[in-house]
Each structure stands twice: as structure tokens, then as C-alpha cells.
């Protein structure tokens, strides 16, 4: 996964709006929310976004 930096600073869960951190071994964003959980797939170093498309870590 190649994110830059600066833009893994301004991503945020759009469920919770939490800051996500980048699990590199997964392809996927994860939550750092408290309540939240989900992990978000990254393909073609392209964040997908979307709540539908995120699965439940928990």
C-alpha cells in the first residue's frame, strides 16, 4: 500500500470520524475509534471509503 503520509493526516472513518491507520500487511484502513471497528480496503493505493464496503475488525 503506497499512501502518502500527509493524506493518511486528513483520512477519517466516515462512520465515526475517528482517524484511521494504515494496516499495510491487509491492504485496509482501520479505525482507531473507540466504538467503531472497521477496517476500510484500500486498492490500487485508492482508499475505499465507503461503510458498505468496510468490515467489522470486532
Known amino acids: 500500500m503506497n499512501l502518502a503520509p500527509t493524506l493518511l493526516d486528513i ?3 466516515p ?3 475517528a482517524p484511521l491507520r ?3 500487511a491487509a491492504d485496509e484502513l482501520v479505525c482507531t475509534g473507540d466504538d467503531c471497528g472497521l477496517a476500510y ?3 490500487d493505493d485508492i482508499p475505499v471509503l465507503l461503510v458498505d464496503e468496510a ?3 470486532r
Open 11 to 13: 483520512l477519517a472513518c
Open 15 to 17: 462512520a465515526c470520524h
Open 22 to 24: 494504515a494496516d499495510d
Open 41 to 43: 480496503p484500500v486498492r
Open 55 to 57: 468490515r467489522s475488525t
